[in-house]
């Protein structure tokens, strides 16, 4: 039985230690939402599947302050600001041979992440799962997904591919990746487009694909991640990213939806992982001489937008 810490457990950490759970490891949500954590061990999870009645899930759920038992394997599903606060809250349960994988969106991570463990015991990847948090304790499930994943340290590629069995195991249909920088890199452009853009225009994706204005802007975008993707050895091919991203205004792919920044922001009021995003474009470019005007006026509108809307 592996013993498994979620660590930032709202929607998609719910669902991943939800299904962890029911291929028989011992798994605990970690979550700083005190009333989702206390909905959870009082009534269980709630998880809502399409045509299924509601399942009530007993499984552990704590605050992570609360815990200090070392875990095997730990996977992180926090916020992308929350990370450093994360990892020093959780120290106690990263033994010699922990395992720690990080699923997050956004750039950068792994350079965090290696200021609390050594490289031999981080992997990182992306995940095409998706789930909603309802309310506390409780989550929406719908649609398949699956998990890329590759170790940060050469040595340690046995390692992941453990862990790409035992996700794979839980029907998280886990792959070992041999170039996850790239598929990071191309999945962050995505929300760097349509997630900042989205989130600032108050729209679903089919109706920013319905303006005009749509083309150039994405152009744009794309072009300064391409440049600065370049530097750190990834080659992301502007038309081509192009190509991937454009057939998501059609409604029938992801159309009706509205991306995560949009909930956080304009919905709820929270901040943004837009610092993970475009902000790192404009910054790494400023550090690299590579011009960025785009990625960071983006930045800089989103950020006035949560100073106008985030109660301090």
């Not at 990370?83 to 990080?102: A, D, F, R």
């Not at 590629?157 to 794979?168: H, R």
């Not at 998280?172 to 600032?200: P, Q």
């Not at 790192?280 to 950020?303: D, F, M, S």
Request: glycine letters at 8%; aromatic letters at 4%.
């Amino acid at each position: 039985m592996t013993k498994i810490a979620i660590a930032g457990s709202g929607a998609m950490g719910s669902r991943f230690g939800y299904m962890l759970q029911a291929t028989g490891n011992s798994v605990v949500l970690l979550d700083n939402w005190a009333a989702h954590v206390q909905a959870i061990n009082t009534n269980g999870l709630t998880v809502n599947i399409a045509g299924q009645a509601p399942l009530q899930v007993q499984i552990p759920a704590a605050l992570p302050t609360d815990i200090k038992e070392i875990q095997d394997v730990i996977i992180l599903f926090t916020k992308s600001m929350q990370l450093t606060n994360m990892l020093q809250t959780i120290q106690p349960l990263i033994g010699p041979k922990t395992k720690v994988v990080c699923l997050l969106n956004g750039l950068g991570h792994p350079e965090t992440i290696e200021r609390y463990l050594p490289k031999t015991n981080i992997f990182v990847g992306i995940t095409l799962w998706t789930a909603g948090l309802t309310g506390p304790g409780e989550i929406t499930l719908s649609g398949s997904g699956s998990v890329e994943l590759q170790n940060v340290a050469p040595d340690s590629q046995n390692a992941a591919k453990a862990l790409v069995e035992l996700l794979s195991a839980a029907g998280l249909k886990a792959h070992y990746s041999t170039d996850v920088l790239f598929s990071i890199w191309r999945k962050a452009c995505v929300n760097g487009t349509l997630n900042s853009l989205c989130a600032l225009l108050d729209c679903n994706i089919a109706q920013l694909g319905q303006t005009s204005q749509a083309t150039t802007l994405l152009t744009a975008i794309v072009a300064e991640f391409s440049a600065v993707a370049a530097t750190e050895g990834v080659d992301l091919q502007p038309a081509e990213m192009l190509a991937h991203i454009m057939p998501l205004f059609n409604p029938e792919e992801a159309g009706d939806h509205y991306p995560s920044m949009h909930q956080d922001l304009i919905q709820h009021h929270r901040p943004t992982e837009i610092d993970y995003l475009n902000g790192y474009v404009a910054r790494k470019g400023t550090e690299r001489g590579i011009a960025t005007p785009v990625n960071q006026l983006i930045t800089e509108l989103v950020h006035t937008k949560e100073a106008l809307l985030i109660e301090k």
